[in-house]
């Protein structure tokens, strides 16, 4: 019986914590027969699995998981091989990681050609362009893609080189790109310049002299409130704005083009030459800038490319330059792959271990609107 001047104890919390050595990896052996034919003795030997070619070797989850690494995370290949000794007990070489890198890319021509196919049938794109230090230069790196599909390539920042991409040439749909002047020989497209660069455009003239610079503000407020508008008419299912709500737009966006021109018509400063350029520009390209508004399948921004050929820059911050304009020339493959995958949902370390198991994962079809 239960002392009862003793004081009741009540059970205590508990706590766990789980924690392991990496674990090893798991090596799987595969037994080539032998048999000899009974009639004329010649010695028949059997086929191993596809990809397993040496006497002992990495199979294909670790050289999935080394192109993760380097390329998807943005790895030094030095890091990485520490990272998948550290944490998988793999004890893979820099060798062995950049000797995967090239297999990868090599295995991807199918799938290039399938998206450079599906882009060329996209009713729209986003093009962009950036540059990458590559052996020692700089070169630039070329996107086209949309919500599904993203392929890149690098070259330099003529037409020959961007048009190399083989997306581009003879492309008859809407071309979301920024204002470099290397697109305007694709005549075949319907262009429509970015919002957002525009608006980094007026912000920055309107920074250089606030008080003097009213026409960038007013440019700015049309852009703004067009915005607000075409995506209000997306929301309610609109195929497009009303004529009456595009003519008062038009109209804001002229008054803000004279505005701009009256602010900087003495052209005494190179703050003036600028905003005297940005208001040619919006004279000439008038029907581009507006493009968003005219027609509501078209976006406001080319943030889709952007957001497509930003890792370039975030690899060459975390993992240096490249060596070597192959390297460079691999990562744009692989990446383009990683990226579609995405978009379809598709885990990049399943898409990376079916590239090196079976091939590569190719893209379906887009569905009917």
């Not at 596809?50 to 002992?56: F, L, S, Y």
């Not at 020989?185 to 920055?204: F, N, P, Q, S, V």
């Not at 709500?245 to 005494?268: H, K, M």
């Not at 820059?313 to 490249?322: F, I, L």
Request: glycine letters at 10%.
């Amino acid at each position: 019986m239960p002392d009862p001047d003793e004081p009741r104890r009540k059970p205590g919390k508990q706590r766990g914590a789980k924690g392991s050595p990496p674990p090893p990896p798991r090596v799987i052996q595969y037994n080539v027969a032998e048999r000899a034919c009974p009639c004329c003795g010649k010695l028949n030997q059997g086929k191993a699995p596809a990809g397993v070619t040496g006497r002992v070797q990495w199979g294909a989850g670790v050289a999935a998981r080394g192109v993760l690494a380097t390329i998807a995370h943005h790895l030094p290949y030095g890091r990485a091989a520490v990272l998948l000794r550290q944490l998988g007990g793999l004890g893979v070489s820099t060798g062995f990681l950049v000797n995967a890198r090239r297999r990868a890319a090599a295995r991807l021509e199918p799938f290039m050609a399938r998206v450079r196919q599906l882009l060329r049938q996209a009713g729209l794109l986003h093009v962009d362009e950036t540059t990458a230090r590559a052996d020692g230069d700089l070169v630039y790196l070329h996107v086209a893609c949309n919500e599904l599909y993203t392929a890149m390539h690098t070259g330099g920042r003529r037409k020959e080189d961007i048009d190399a991409g083989g997306v581009l040439p003879g492309y008859a749909g809407v071309l979301v790109r920024d204002g470099y002047a290397g697109y305007e020989h694709l005549i075949e497209a319907t262009h429509a310049w970015c919002g957002a660069h525009t608006l980094r455009d007026l912000k920055g003239l309107r920074d250089g002299d606030p008080a003097g610079q009213p026409g960038a503000d007013a440019m700015a407020t049309t852009l703004v409130m067009a915005l607000r508008d075409t995506r209000a008419a997306r929301a309610c299912g609109l195929d497009s704005l009303g004529e009456q709500r595009q003519s008062y737009l038009t109209s804001c966006y002229a008054g803000a083009v004279s505005q701009i021109r009256a602010d900087n018509q003495a052209n005494t400063t190179p703050l003036h030459q600028r905003g005297l350029t940005l208001a040619r520009r919006f004279e000439a390209e008038r029907d581009m800038i507006l493009r968003f508004v005219t027609d509501l399948s078209v976006p406001f921004s080319n943030n889709q490319a952007e957001r497509d050929i930003r890792p370039v820059k975030v690899k060459q911050r975390s993992g240096g330059c490249w060596r070597t304009l192959d390297g460079l020339a691999d990562f744009a493959v692989i990446w383009s792959y990683l990226s579609t995958a995405t978009k379809h949902g598709i885990d990049a370390l399943d898409a990376l271990t079916q590239l090196f198991t079976t091939g590569p994962w190719l893209p379906p079809d887009p569905a009917p609107p």
